[in-house]
């Protein structure tokens, strides 16, 4: 049963253009949402987060939108560059227990953008 | 600030053998986990420390892994006999432990048991 679903395997843009991931979750307890990005054999390393307090965190090219009621966020990236091609991981916590140590992951989505 | 290092980056072994995955976490940080990676299953979490203590090993899938954190500075995950369907790449991650901290995670070690 996965908690946290990015529907998507791939997503291909073009330079320059708007790339917009998403992802569902089913669990209501989950506070704590995050985004990482992958590159080919290295880890995941962390790129934007946002609590349940809010709907929307910005930070450069990369905004994070969280829609409680539908259980969905999305990150977007404007503009797409070359180099943000990678797999992107949505995950999720439920933090009030103060401990972010089940973090779940989605499968993650192949961003492909291209020159 | 060297990251999380990770050792060996790539092991092949035969089915049956002992197989030991090392991890040296940012210093300062007090939590440590290991996820799992596999197509089918994705990032799973196998087992987490907070200052050198096992927290959580629900994920573990069983008994023939075991996971210690002997110091703040190192962990290992052993997997004891190995069997093909263990084959996955093995992430170790650390962060400080407080509420926003994220995950710092290790290049990985892919793990092939023939």
């Known amino acids: 049963d996965q908690q946290v679903k990015q529907n998507s395997p791939s997503l291909s843009v073009q330079e320059g253009r708007i790339s917009i991931l998403n992802c569902d979750y089913t669990n209501s307890m989950f506070d704590y949402f995050l985004w990482y990005k992958k590159y080919p054999a290295e880890g995941p390393t962390f790129l934007i987060s946002?609590?349940?307090?809010?709907d929307k965190n910005e930070d450069g090219r990369f905004t994070v939108f969280l829609n409680k009621s539908a259980k969905h966020l999305s990150l977007h990236i404007v503009p797409s560059q070359p180099g943000d091609s990678a797999v992107y991981f949505c995950a999720a916590s439920a933090r009030h227990g103060g401990s972010q140590g089940n973090l779940i992951f989605g499968k993650g989505t192949k961003l492909s953008v291209k020159p | 600030d060297a990251g999380v290092i990770q050792s060996p980056r790539h092991e092949v072994t035969e089915m049956g053998q002992e197989v030991t995955l090392r991890c040296k976490p940012i210093s300062g940080h007090n939590s440590l986990f290991w996820y799992r990676q596999t197509m089918m299953r994705g990032l799973e979490l196998l087992i987490y420390?907070?200052?050198?203590?096992?927290?959580?090993d629900s994920g573990m899938p069983e008994d023939r892994f075991s996971a210690k954190m002997p110091n703040a500075s190192f962990s290992t995950l052993k997997i004891q006999p190995s069997e093909p369907r263990d084959s996955a790449v093995y992430f170790c991650a650390s962060s400080s432990g407080t509420g926003n901290s994220p995950l710092h995670f290790g290049n990985g070690t892919r793990l092939t048991v023939t």
């Open positions: 420390f907070n200052n050198n203590v096992p927290i959580d």
């Open positions: 946002i609590s349940s307090i809010k």
